[in-house]
């Protein structure tokens, strides 16, 4: 899958379903990080403050400064 052809959230039911599904995702919200390859490295459910989603990032070595 084309990275730079996810949805937005004004996409289609259709779009969103189907991204759904190909992913695995069965709540929402959903947060999949990908790699290079677009395969899932780590899928955290619920919300996440701005602070959370970064420290998300830093236990997966990316540098966040």
């Known amino acids: 899958r ?6 937005t959230r004004r996409s289609s039911d259709l779009v969103v379903a189907e991204l759904a599904k190909e ?6 919200p959903a947060l999949l990080f ?11 459910v619920g919300y996440h403050s701005l602070d959370e989603v970064l420290e998300i990032f830093r236990d997966m070595g990316v540098d966040i400064e």
């Not at 992913?23 to 929402?28: A, G, Q, R």
């Not at 990908?34 to 955290?44: A, F, I, P, Y």
């Open 34 to 44: 990908l790699d290079d390859n677009g395969d899932v490295v780590r899928q955290e």
């Open 2 to 7: 084309d990275l730079h052809s996810f949805p």
């Open 23 to 28: 992913y695995n995702v069965t709540y929402l």
